[in-house]
C-alpha cells in the first residue's frame, strides 16, 4: 500500500496564478483533511471531508476550494494564488469515527512545498 | 484561548538519556483523544502514540511512553534511551468534534535535539 500521496512535491507560483494539489489514498478511508502548516506553528485544518462527494470547510478555508469526486482522491484548489498561501500543505485521512471509537489516528501524506511569489 | 500548548521551543538530550515533552490541553468534552506526531527535517507527520479519555492505563509504544493526567489535563511524551535519530520536531494534539466530524487540533511543537 502506499497510504497517503500527495502531488506535486514542489511548487512556485505567481501571485495570481491557479492550482490544484493532488491527494490519494488507497486504505479505503472515509474522512480526508487538508491542513496547513506555517513556520513555528501546528497543522491547521483548512478543509476535509466525510465521504465522497461531501466536503465542508475547516479553520482557515478562505482561498482555497475542494473537491471529493472519488472516495479515494481529495483535490485542494487555489483559483488566485496571495503571498500568504506560502506553506506547507498536508493531505490526510482516517477511518471514520463512531461513538466512542476514539482511537483514530490520521495518516499524512509527505506534505507539498507551495511558494507564492 | 490555546487548546493545546507546548511550552517547549526547543530541547538538548545527551544519548541515552530519557526525555520528557510536555503538553496541556483545554476541553470541556469528556470524550476525547490525544496524539503524539514526530516530523523529521524531511517533514512527514509521523504518528507516534495516542490516548483515549477514557483509557484507564498510560499508552506505551515501544521506547515512546504517554504521561497522561487528566485532572491536570496534561498528556507529556516521554522517551526513554534517546537516539540520534530522534532529533526532530514533535506535535500534541488533540482530536475534537468539529461540525460532525473531528478534527486534530496541534500545537506548535517542540524541537528535540540529540547530542551524541
Known amino acids: 500500500n502506499a497510504g497517503v500521496t500527495q502531488t506535486p512535491k514542489f511548487r512556485v507560483l505567481k501571485t495570481g496564478q491557479s492550482m490544484t494539489l493532488l491527494c490519494a489514498q488507497d486504505?479505503?478511508?472515509?474522512?480526508m483533511y487538508w491542513y496547513r502548516q506555517d513556520p513555528g506553528m501546528g497543522l491547521r485544518l483548512i478543509h476535509y471531508?466525510?465521504?465522497?462527494?461531501?466536503?465542508a470547510k475547516g479553520e482557515v478555508p478562505d482561498g482555497y476550494n475542494v473537491s471529493r469526486l472519488k472516495k479515494q482522491n481529495f483535490l485542494l484548489g487555489l483559483e488566485s494564488a496571495a503571498p500568504s498561501q506560502t506553506s506547507v500543505y498536508f493531505c490526510?485521512?482516517?477511518?471514520?469515527?463512531?461513538?466512542?471509537?476514539?482511537?483514530?489516528?490520521?495518516?499524512f501524506g509527505p506534505g507539498t512545498r507551495l511558494t507564492v511569489t | 484561548a490555546q487548546k493545546i500548548t507546548q511550552t517547549q521551543p526547543g530541547m538538548f538530550v545527551q544519548e541515552k538519556e530519557a526525555v520528557t515533552l510536555d503538553c496541556t490541553y483545554d476541553?470541556?468534552?469528556?470524550?476525547?483523544?490525544l496524539f503524539w506526531y514526530k516530523q523529521p527535517s524531511s517533514g512527514e507527520m509521523i504518528f507516534l502514540i495516542y490516548?483515549?479519555?477514557?483509557?484507564?492505563q498510560n499508552a506505551t509504544e515501544g521506547r515512546y511512553s504517554l504521561n497522561f493526567q487528566k485532572a491536570r489535563k496534561s498528556a507529556n511524551l516521554v522517551i526513554s534511551a534517546s537516539q540520534l535519530g530522534d532529533s526532530a520536531m514533535y506535535f500534541c494534539?488533540?482530536?475534537?468534534?468539529?461540525?460532525?466530524?473531528?478534527?486534530?487540533?496541534f500545537g506548535q511543537g517542540t524541537r528535540l535535539t540529540i547530542n551524541p
Open positions: 476541553t470541556s468534552d469528556q470524550s476525547y483523544g
Open positions: 490516548q483515549g479519555s477514557y483509557d484507564e
Open positions: 490526510a485521512s482516517s477511518y471514520s469515527t463512531s461513538g466512542r471509537s476514539l482511537s483514530y489516528e490520521q495518516y
Open positions: 494534539a488533540m482530536r475534537e468534534e468539529f461540525q460532525g466530524a473531528q478534527k486534530l487540533v
Open positions: 471531508s466525510v465521504g465522497e462527494g461531501t466536503t
Open positions: 486504505m479505503n478511508h472515509e474522512y
